[in-house]
């Protein structure tokens, strides 16, 4: 009896044993089930967060591939900006060289222009003193017109006391001689060659005043041609 109920009490306690090395297994497939589970859920989790990663990795490539294109687009204009600015830098150095040498020549036009006024005032001022003298000249050669038609009247009317005298006419010219008459209508002068018709003019009476007895020499004529102005 002893035997059989230690045997009893051996197989019970191998029994519970082997339940409680199975509770200890089950607990332990639980444990590493759970572990697995848990590695799997942070597996997927861990995929996901590197796709989303790998997503947000190819977005910021792409915006970092837009930026670097308009960084080198910028540096492009940058330096197309830069060699613009280098000419016009340039084109305003050669502008004020242009216009220091402009206003160079401005001092140089405003003297040669003030040199000019002085020019025209001097010119102006001889203008005025030839018109002046002109105009003296006019009057000059006037009043020697007049002072020979006095003197050839004075000399006609000798002329006539002495032909009453001694009875014989005296000419002022004789035959063949040139002379002149000045044409008080216009101031020309009228060409003539003495002869019988001008001794018939001559002592004609028809001509109260006797205008065409005021005669003049070739060398009269000249003499007062140099006096003479174009404009009376």
């Known amino acids: 009896m002893t035997s059989v109920q230690e045997n009893k009490n051996e197989l019970e306690a191998a029994v519970r044993y082997c339940e409680s090395a199975i509770s200890r297994a089950q607990a332990t497939i639980e444990s590493m089930e759970f572990r697995q589970q848990a590695a799997s859920k942070a597996w997927h989790e861990q995929t996901g967060r590197e796709k989303s990663l790998l997503k947000k990795l190819e977005v910021m490539t792409a915006k970092y591939d837009r930026m670097k294109g308009y960084a080198d687009q910028l540096l492009d204009e940058n330096g197309t900006m830069e060699a613009d600015l280098d000419a016009s830098v340039a084109e305003v150095t050669d502008l004020k060289v242009e216009n220091t040498r402009l206003n160079d020549r401005l001092m140089i036009s405003v003297k ?5 006024q002085s020019e025209v005032d001097e010119l102006a001022k001889a203008y005025k003193d030839s018109t002046h003298e002109e105009i003296t000249m006019k009057k000059a050669w006037r009043e020697q017109r007049e002072l020979v038609a006095l003197r050839d009247d004075q000399i006609a009317m000798l002329e006539r006391r ?4 001694t009875g014989e006419k005296v ?3 004789n035959e063949g001689d040139i002379y002149y008459v000045l044409n008080q209508l216009d101031g020309t002068w009228i060409e003539s060659v003495w002869d019988d018709e001008s001794e018939r003019l001559h002592d004609s009476t028809d001509f109260p005043d006797h205008p065409h007895k005021v005669y003049f020499t070739v060398d009269q004529k000249n ?4 006096f003479k102005p174009e404009d009376d």
């Not at 040669?112 to 000019?116: A, P, R, S, W, Y």
């Not at 003499?223 to 140099?226: E, P």
């Open 112 to 116: 040669e222009v003030g040199d000019l």
């Open 223 to 226: 003499v007062l041609d140099k």
């Open 171 to 173: 000419y002022p010219f």
């Open 162 to 165: 002495l032909a009453k005298y």
